[in-house]
């Protein structure tokens, strides 16, 4: 009982921190971009280039982010990231200048290296090897609401007090409650890792990190980020040109978040009684099917839906396959690894959606879209064949 009530504290503690720091980093400028390019006078695209550079610095820093917490646990790591996220949101609060501005994203992608999933991941995967599958799906709940509780929390106090007090007020919760919790809730000292048994052979770090699986992942993974990264800025823009008013695109996009909160719940229910590999199937096939539902003119909500769902799915098993084919005890180094590639393939997404829009058109980029999301369908369909090669058959359960 001690054991699962200590686990519940700390998947709890986690959840709140994923809700808080994805709210006020990535999810920010949906409600303060507005307002930001009305006082500043700045452009659009100056202002949505901090979340880019944000993203760049993240994935440049989330190797060595995994080396530490593999190293010496997540505590540190973790209150150091919101920390990290504190002071750069105070930054761009007191940002007067654009080149100011862009330097506080980079302290935030900084801080969102070191505190957001990547990070959380590869803490539990340190503390609970192995067993650490369904506390990362539970994680994954907490971190879906954190658009819904923060976009209202954000458009009310941007009324209230203006988008530089909302940074200050973002940062000071940060201070007086995310940071203690990483502090208080998680244990002071990561549990010792066991050696591999006689009878079983670890992994080389070789393989880990440079081997065909780790690349089905990565690129898989690099390849969902990016599609995501492109939809979620775009997707008022292909919509309306679809055919869609205004309204009914934004209300389109609303059934996104509930998805894949839906679909994680689904796969919570399974109990783990499937190999992480057909999670990871599943999402790149609903991700396929969603576009693709879109491109040909299928009814666009069952679309958006099924999208949304194998998002939500991706998360999961961006967590869960790493843990279930690597060593545990090389899982928050290959965490950090595989962070990389997908971090900067979301920092690029913004500008290359809208360079492809403006060349070819939206329903040429819906095009693109579903084209693209062939490649982590294919690199999980050969991650499943060579699991299948080396004697480890995953039957449907």
Request: aromatic letters at 8%; charged letters at 10%.
């Amino acid at each position: 009982m001690k054991r699962i009530g200590e686990r519940g504290r700390v998947i709890s503690a986690l959840g709140m921190v994923m809700i808080l720091t994805w709210g006020s980093t990535f999810y920010l400028l949906a409600v303060l971009s507005g307002p930001i390019r009305a006082e500043t006078g700045w452009s659009a695209g100056a202002v949505t280039a901090g979340i880019s550079i944000a993203l760049l610095v993240s994935g440049l820093a989330a190797s060595r982010i995994g080396l530490l917490i593999q190293r010496q646990g997540g505590r540190r790591v973790l209150v150091a990231g919101v920390l990290l996220i504190a002071a750069g949101l105070v930054i761009l609060g007191l940002s007067r200048s654009l080149p100011l501005y862009l330097a506080a994203w980079a302290v935030l992608g900084l801080g969102m290296a070191a505190s957001l999933y990547d990070a959380a991941f590869s803490t539990l995967g340190r503390l609970y090897g192995r067993g650490a599958r369904k506390a990362i799906t539970a994680l994954t709940l907490w971190g879906g609401f954190a658009s819904t509780v923060c976009w209202p929390v954000s458009a009310f106090l941007v009324d209230s007090v203006g988008w530089r007090a909302t940074c200050f007020a973002y940062a000071a919760l940060h201070l007086v409650l995310t940071a203690p919790l990483c502090w208080f809730a998680l244990p002071k000292a990561p549990p010792a890792q066991a050696a591999a048994s006689p009878g079983q052979a670890r992994p080389s770090p070789a393989t880990n990190a440079f081997g065909l699986r780790f690349w089905c992942i990565a690129v898989a993974g690099a390849a969902l980020s990016m599609l995501s990264a492109i939809w979620s800025i775009h997707l008022i823009t292909i919509l309306t040109a679809e055919g869609h008013a205004m309204a009914a695109a934004v209300a389109l996009g609303t059934v996104i978040g509930p998805a894949q909160v839906g679909a994680r719940i689904v796969e919570m229910l399974g109990r783990e009684r499937h190999h992480p590999i057909w999670t990871m199937i599943a999402s790149a096939s609903l991700v396929l099917a969603g576009f693709s539902g879109l491109m040909l003119g299928l009814p666009a909500g069952p679309a958006l839906v099924a999208f949304g769902a194998g998002n939500g799915l991706w998360s999961i098993a961006r967590g869960a396959l790493p843990l279930a084919i690597f060593d545990p005890q090389d899982y928050a180094r290959i965490m950090g690894r595989l962070a990389r590639p997908m971090l900067l393939a979301s920092a690029v997404a913004p500008l290359l959606g809208a360079l492809l829009i403006q060349a070819y058109g939206p329903h040429a980029m819906l095009t693109a879209l579903v084209l693209g999301a062939l490649v982590p369908l294919g690199a999980a369909i050969l991650l499943l064949l060579d699991l299948n090669r080396g004697g480890n058959r995953y039957a449907l359960r």
